[in-house]
T-cell receptor
Framework: KNQVEQSPQSLIILEGKNCTLQ??????????LRWYKQDTGRGPVSLTI?????NTKSNGRYTATLDADTKQSSLHITASQLSDSASYIC??????????????FGTGTLLAVQP | DARVTQTPRHKVTEMGQEVTMRCQPI?????VFWYRQTMMQGLELLAY????????DSGMPKDRFSAEMPDATLATLKIQPSEPRDSAVYFC?????????????FGPGTRLTVL
């Protein structure tokens, strides 16, 4: 069964600190892995997208890693800011052979950055 | 700044009533997705369209839900009759199937409460 699991479920850190969010998946056939940021009351916004051959990708203070062998990904946030408070969702894309991929969503990690 | 728009943003209705949610995808995008998000289940794909044709609606309860794209600028999701368990945030997302990878852009969502 295609599944995406994230940990921790929630996390509280102090402003300026770093943190790492984890994502494990059992999805096949794998196409790509995405990290989304969802602010409260808004739709998810894409942070990074990584294909099978990519190990790491950065977007400002966000750095995502992918280990396709162990089927794990992480999202590292450097020098956190109050605006980083949001839910971070790991999404794995499955390609069943058609032109459009199907997305399998994790349940998210809720991050709270405190001053 | 092209965005996906959704209306209404909030809807409160009574059980048994019909609910219609609307989505305007980004101009030029040829795929449209409907998602439902709840605290318990996270994001779930309900249906998606490519070039206005429904490709997959396996995630949608067929007896009460229906999704259509009457034209390229409008997608609708209808619930009839609505039930309290339908209370959730419904997101529409659009994308371009020719793009690699196929990033989906989410709208702000419609928060539905069925009493």
């Amino acid at each position: 069964k295609n599944q995406v699991e994230q940990s921790p479920q929630s996390l509280i850190i102090l402003e300026g600190k770093n943190c790492t969010l984890q994502c494990n998946y059992t999805v096949s056939p794998f196409s790509n892995l995405r990290w989304y940021k969802q602010d409260t009351g808004r739709g998810p916004v894409s942070l990074t997208i990584m294909t099978f051959s990519e190990n790491t990708k950065s977007n400002g203070r966000y750095t995502a890693t992918l280990d396709a062998d162990t089927k794990q990904s992480s999202l590292h946030i450097t020098a956190s800011q109050l605006s980083d408070s949001a839910s971070y969702i790991c999404v794995v894309s499955v390609n069943y052979g058609g032109a459009t991929n199907k997305l399998i969503f994790g349940t998210g990690t809720l991050l709270a950055v405190q001053p | 700044d092209a965005r996906v728009t959704q209306t209404p943003r909030h809807k409160v209705t009574e059980m048994g009533q019909e609910v219609t949610m609307r989505c305007q995808p980004i101009l030029g995008h040829n795929t449209v997705f409907w998602y439902r998000q709840t605290m318990m289940q996270g994001l779930e794909l309900l249906a998606y369209f490519r070039n206005r044709a429904p490709l997959d609606d396996s995630g949608m309860p067929k007896d009460r839900f229906s999704a259509e794209m009457p034209d390229a600028t409008l997608a609708t999701l209808k619930i009839q009759p609505s039930e309290p368990r339908d209370s959730a945030v419904y997101f529409c997302a659009s994308g371009l199937v020719a793009a690699t990878p196929d990033t989906q852009y989410f709208g702000p969502g419609t928060r539905l409460t069925v009493l």
